[in-house]
């Protein structure tokens, strides 16, 4: 609305309240507050489960995810991989004497890519870290909507509490990929439904999503004691890794 013919006839001290306010705004430091203060309440909506806008992202493949981290940066965490048991002495010697093959050296780099996506901790600024976490949610209730990133709705698909985060200590996000494949896998999906619906039972009740993350924590022990070496190096289990890998 324009106030011009207004201010011409009311003297500066005259002036009401409203009109001195609008002489004296800054639109554009008023915009830029209030963007701030929207950003700050989303955040706020966000960890206290309250949904502003339904949403509903993608699903997204553990082969997409997998290659989302072949073409990252993963210096960061390469540096901090331990991918083999250190041995000294006569431990050393007794391990070389009678221990697991060494791993085929076209392998390592696999292996270690593996062991550096368990140092990647969760990204809520990671738009694929978000994909993965809902499309186990979506998958396992069946929901078609987006879920709050914060809430007691990760406990009623096996998660210990609010965050799905705070339970990857010790395998980062391959504890998650590992979900995702165990979830989407045509050759392990039926067998995820079904462990998925015991866990929901009233009596064998037990909490699914933790249950698949220690199993990822107790296959990076065997891996990195070199126990899967033979196997990785004749057949499978190195098809498996080179699927994920290409």
Known sequence: ???????????????????????????????????????????????????????????ITPEKVFGFFKNKDMKEYLQSIKPVIRRNGLSSIIHWLVGPPKLKVELVPERNLVFAVAQCPLDDKEDVHMQIVQTIFKCLTGQKMDCPRYGSHWEQIGFQGNDPATDLRGTGLLGLLHLLYFILDSSTSQAAKKVYQISQDEIQNFPFCLMSINMTRIALEVLREELLNKISSSGALRQSLIKFTK
């Open 1 to 59: 609305m324009n106030f011009g013919w207004m201010q011409n006839t009311i003297t500066k001290h005259d002036k009401p309240a409203f009109l001195k306010h609008k002489d004296l705004l800054d639109v554009k430091s008023a915009k830029e507050d209030h963007e701030v203060a929207v950003e700050e309440w989303n955040q706020l909506a966000t960890r206290l489960g309250i949904i502003t806008s339904p949403t509903s992202t993608p699903v």
